[in-house]
């Protein structure tokens, strides 16, 4: 495997090269069939899944709701992310190309973070969503109604562009002190800010929006849930404990599906964990790829709606066809 050339600069350090070196899931490269299968299966299953989420929504005037905008939303970035990994992924797969160029590499390294910004913004308006409802069932049709609902839904949009459009930019002309070989099968920004030269005032931004996003968003969703806990214990009933978990279960869910191997991930590159490679990268690819694949299942399952509402669809055209 071959390092990339890079351009010296005056300071012994090395600007961006035309090109950075993906790694691929160690073992496959051999066999590349088998793992273009699976990736394709994955992603024309995310896709269809989030694409029958977003389809009932949008037709049903029912389920024009604050709950299920926020789902809307969520289905939206499950298919970006998917959509954005898939060009790299399946360039490994298929043609074991771990060249990927730095131009390249960095429009998807914007896309996939603010499609994952997207997803931490949404899972964490959808907690403070279900906890007003629990909390404060009575004023709950006052406090989200439409005009908010679009204020957040811009609000997302600002977060994930805001902190996002500047790191392109900045990783483009930071000096850089290492060999550009990336650690993941497709372009991160903490993975590209490590090659940098120590002191690299881009990489401190970087750190920053890791930080302010995957650091805080998860923090606040379990704050949420402590406050939705409190009131379950306080309700007399089982039964009505138990509706009220039904509201939570696919979205804490959700929540854990997508935080759990990411913070599993930062914790094992902060510590410098030796885990064998293929064990980081099949987490990695398990944080990146199942929560598009398993979100929809879990909000068709657990949400009775929004499964009574694809079914009736789905029967109504079959009628009609007959």
């Known amino acids: ?19 950075f070196l993906l790694v691929g899931m160690p073992g496959l490269s051999a066999v590349p069939s088998w793992w273009t299968i699976p990736l394709i299966t994955v992603y024309i299953l995310s896709v269809l899944g989030n694409g029958t989420i977003l389809w009932i929504i949008a037709l049903e005037p029912t389920l024009h709701r604050p709950m299920y905008f926020f789902l809307f939303l969520l289905s939206v970035s499950d298919v970006g992310l998917a959509s954005t990994l898939m060009p790299t992924l399946l360039g490994l797969a298929l043609a074991d190309a771990h060249a990927v ?5 960095l429009l998807q390294m914007f896309f996939v973070h603010v499609f994952s910004v997207m997803e931490s913004s ?10 007003l409802a629990i909390c404060r069932p009575l004023h709950y049709p006052t406090l989200l109604n439409n005009g908010d609902i679009n204020k957040i839904g811009l609000a997302i949009a600002s977060r994930c562009l805001g902190l996002h459009l500047p790191l392109p930019f900045l990783l ?10 990336l650690t993941h099968s497709y372009c991160l920004h903490p993975d590209m800010a490590r090659l940098a030269c120590p002191g690299a005032w881009g990489a401190v931004y970087s750190f920053f929006v890791v930080l302010s996003a ?3 968003d998860p923090l606040l969703i379990f704050f949420s849930y402590g406050l939705i806990g409190r009131v379950l214990q306080s309700l007399g009933s089982s039964e009505d404990r138990w509706k009220a978990c039904q509201t939570c279960a696919a979205h804490l869910s959700a929540v854990l599906l997508f935080y759990v191997p990411m913070i599993l991930l930062a914790l094992i ?9 293929p064990a980081h990268t099949l987490l990695s690819y398990v944080h990146f ?13 657990k949400m009775k709606e929004i ?16």
């Open 1 to 19: 495997m071959s390092t990339f050339p890079t351009q010296a600069t005056p300071n012994g350090s090395t600007s961006m090269a035309p090109t």
């Open 101 to 105: 160029p730095a131009s390249a590499c």
């Open 122 to 131: 949404v899972l964490l308006a959808m907690a403070v969503d279900r906890a």
């Open 172 to 181: 483009a002309h930071m000096p850089y002190c290492h060999p550009q070989v």
């Open 214 to 216: 995957m650091g805080l």
């Open 269 to 277: 590159d902060r510590l410098r964990v030796p885990i064998p490679q």
């Open 289 to 301: 790829l199942l929560p598009p694949l398993v979100n929809p299942i879990l909000y068709s399952v």
């Open 307 to 322: 499964r009574e509402r694809i079914i009736k669809r789905l029967y109504s055209r079959k009628v009609g066809c007959a």
